[in-house]
Every structure is written in structure tokens, then in C-alpha cells.
């Protein structure tokens, strides 16, 4: 199993709250990525980072901000959190080497509900 | 604009029934990558299987098959002779060719295999 670990694995905040969800990994993978699911939309990509610092939007990328500040972490921030952000998180890890895409390497989840 | 439709929403077999689940995709690109990708009730995200868009070969893993048919922008999953342990949600993803590696999920197919 790839070495990625998400933390907390659940959570329960309120609106307007700032929240932040962290994933780590043992792999020394370049391309980390922060999805949410849910029902009827599969997975959807929120932001994504291709090396330390360097980082961009998905599709449903408002409301929320990340970091990478080391190969192995990617942070995830809700800045305000809402009631529609509820939802599970996952982290997913994957390499590249000669320009082909990789299989990505999902994390655990992290369950979060706003109230 | 990149798309991955999974029309079956849910499928429910019997054991040992064969079942076949349907992918279609979109997709500019002439170099992609599609991948299949199954989530038990326990919610992990586990790696099936990777296709390049210029490897057209059907792929058999046990008791998996894949088919691949560029011509009709598919790339159907069949299990053969199901089990309960098979009952799951699918997702098949859609990759682009080099880049940022993004994926594009389609809303996954529930399978439920009955004793």
C-alpha cells in the first residue's frame, strides 16, 4: 500500500470556522491532489499540486486554499467553512517520469461535516 | 472539455453472474490515459487498472477483463462469475496526456452482488 496518511479522519465543525485537513506521504511522489465526493458527483478535483509551492485549482476550487510547503505534505483549508462543504476529503499521490500519466494512489478519507 | 459518463448508476447480480460495467469517455486529446478504480463499503480507494490511448489490447486479470475500443470512446470492465466480495462502487477516470495529470471521474457504478 502507498504511504499516504490523512488527518483528522473525521471531523465535525461549525459554519464560518476555519478548517484545515492535512495529508502526508512516504512516497516521495511529485504530484499530490485533494478531491471531495459526493453522492451523484463522483470525485471531484478541489486543487492539486505538482512540486513544493507550486500548486493550482481544480473545478470546484472555491472556498478553499491549499500549501505545500514539503515534498511530503499537502494541506488542505477551508477558510469559512459551509454547510455545502461537507463532504469526504481524499488525498491522492501519483509519480510521473516521461511525460505519461500515472496511476493515482488514494488516501483514506477524511469525513468532514459542517454544521 | 474532457468527460468520463458512467451511465449505470447501480447494478445488482446474483453470485456467480457475469456483469459488465459500462465507460464512456470524451476527450480532445490524442495521447490519454483511462483507469478503472473500486471503493468497497469501507471506502478506500483501491487501483484496478491503467489503458494508454495507444495500447488498444484487452487486458484479463483473473477474474477482470477490460475492453478498450477507441472507436467507440469505451472502456467497459466485466467481472466474470461475481462474488459478494465484488459488491462495490466503480469509478473510471479519464487522464490527460502529460501535464498536470489531472483526472476526470465519472459518478461510478454501484455493483451489488447477491448471495
Known amino acids: 500500500d502507498a504511504g499516504i496518511t490523512q488527518s483528522p479522519r473525521h471531523k465535525v465543525t461549525e459554519t464560518g470556522t476555519p478548517v484545515t485537513l492535512r495529508c502526508h506521504q512516504t512516497e516521495n511522489h511529485r504530484y499530490m491532489y485533494w478531491y471531495r465526493q459526493d453522492p451523484g458527483h463522483g470525485l471531484r478535483l478541489i486543487h492539486y499540486s505538482y512540486g513544493v509551492k507550486d500548486t493550482d485549482k481544480g473545478e470546484v476550487s472555491d472556498g478553499y486554499s491549499v500549501s505545500r510547503s514539503k515534498t511530503e505534505d499537502f494541506l488542505l483549508t477551508l477558510e469559512s467553512a459551509t454547510s455545502s462543504q461537507t463532504s469526504v476529503y481524499f488525498c491522492?499521490?501519483?509519480?510521473?517520469?516521461?511525460?505519461?500519466?500515472?496511476?493515482?494512489?488514494f488516501g483514506p478519507g477524511t469525513r468532514l461535516t459542517v454544521t | 472539455a474532457q468527460k468520463v459518463t458512467q451511465a449505470q448508476t447501480e447494478i445488482s447480480v446474483v453470485e456467480k453472474e457475469d456483469v459488465t460495467l459500462d465507460c464512456v469517455y470524451e476527450?480532445?486529446?490524442?495521447?490519454?490515459?483511462l483507469f478503472w478504480y473500486k471503493q468497497p463499503p469501507s471506502g478506500e480507494l483501491v487501483f484496478l487498472i491503467r489503458?494508454?490511448?495507444?495500447?488498444?489490447q484487452n487486458e484479463i486479470s483473473g477474474r477482470y477483463s477490460w475492453n478498450f475500443q477507441k472507436s467507440t470512446s469505451s472502456f467497459n470492465f466485466t467481472i466474470t462469475a461475481s462474488q459478494v466480495v465484488d459488491s462495490a462502487v466503480y469509478f473510471c477516470a479519464l487522464s490527460e496526456s502529460a501535464g498536470t495529470y489531472k483526472y476526470i471521474f465519472g459518478t461510478g457504478t454501484r455493483l451489488k452482488v447477491l448471495a
Open positions: 491522492a499521490i501519483s509519480e510521473s517520469r516521461l511525460a505519461l500519466s500515472y496511476e493515482q494512489y
Open positions: 476527450t480532445r486529446d490524442t495521447t490519454y490515459y
Open positions: 489503458r494508454n490511448s495507444f495500447d488498444e
